[in-house]
């Protein structure tokens, strides 16, 4: 196979290096175009372009294959906590026990907030979004934590690192509590990563706590399913973000409010918006599959659907079997999710989802474990995000250690070209 592709134009023609990943995934390295060439390429939603080499995550979009470092998502998702799926994607390497318990307490000694933090929670009205707050208070954590500004080398990056893994989720409760009129928590430093989330979040104030391990197992298998997908919109976000420079917290900040997005994160909240809309419409699965095929319609079939996904969504089928199961041992009866089921199964037969390969991806059914959580619908993009917190970690590291240089894409311009002004009273 040639380790080079040539161009040719106008009788020129100009080499350039092909790279090999280690999954095979064959890359042109046009870093020198625009030198030799004086020409630069475009592409809308950079569908063909790769922004930089990692060794974070792997997808395949075709064969519906995701690993973390390696390690494969349903091994993961079956095998590990949420707390070990951090450290691996951020260090590489699963933790071992010592190490695990190290990370841990580190994060703990990190897990408290400042009081003055307050204050801006109680600035947003109820009404606010929560994932517009809890990119504001991540922000804003920066204030409070100047040291973790920028930060560059590596034992300021971990320090930085455990503290916004220990007031990351406290922020995240407290965006919840506070629209629900809860006094806000710090939970208990002795529980689990993930069950310490639970009870800051579900603890009320008048009765003791006590952890429902089906509750418990369902978070933590949802909090690793989105913790990384490679350079997907907000990842990006966060890593163009951090290429110049600006702190982890403010790089994050970025990322959250990518993911807010109805065609990115947002889209757990939208399909199950959508699905209680298809419910109170009397159920009526097919009307809902002719909007989303018809193009005048702009009603989407949302939760389907991937950039690079061609096929199932690996995280999709675990979290549809985790659906049913969840249900089941909690003896919820939702008749949101039978309306999931024949919405994907009849959009698997039908022409239109399989001629562009639309699939269920990882929103389409994350909400109704959420939901059976006691999770309100407006709170599921905060529970992606928190899920995601480590792979925007490990990715913002990864960049920064690797030196890569500020993200500053070129353009062609389409505009007017020059024109001498006109004074206001001769236009
Ligand atoms: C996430 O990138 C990641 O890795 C993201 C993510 C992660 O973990 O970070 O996996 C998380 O964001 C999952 C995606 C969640 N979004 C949704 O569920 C929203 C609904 N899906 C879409 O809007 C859409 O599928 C996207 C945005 C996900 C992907 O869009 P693309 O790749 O730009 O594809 P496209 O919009 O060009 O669609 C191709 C065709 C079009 O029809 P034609 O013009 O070819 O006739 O498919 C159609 C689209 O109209 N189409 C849909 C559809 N999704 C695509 N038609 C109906 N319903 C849909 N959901």
Redesign the pocket.
Known sequence: MSDKATLEYNGNKYDFPVIKGTEDELAIDIKSLRTETGMITIDP?Y?NTGSCESAITF?DGEKGILRYRGYSIEELAEKADFLEVAYLLIFGELPNETQLSKFHSDIKAQSLVDEDMRKIVDAFPKSAHPMGVIASLTSALTAFNPSSVNVTSEEDMYKAIVKILGKFPVLVAWTFRKKNGLPLDYGDKNLGYVENILKMMFKQPNEEYKTNPIVLNALDKLLIL?A????????STVRIAGSSHVGLFASLSTGISA?WG???????Q??LEMLEGINADGGDSKKYMAK??D?DDP???????????KNF?P?AKIIKKAADEVLGDLGIKDPILEIAQILEKEALLDQ??VD?K?YP????YSGIIYRALGIPTDMFTVM?ALG?LPGWIAQWREMRLNGEPIGRPRQVYMGETSRPFVPVEKR
């Open positions: 939603g569908k997808l989105h990384d997908h490679e350079q997907n919109c907000s990842t993911l109805p065609l990115h994160g947002g889209a757990n939208a399909v989303a095929k193009k009603f989407r079939l949302m939760g389907f659907g991937h950039r690079v996904y969504d995280r239109y989802f562009r639309l991806n990882v929103d389409f992606f995601r």
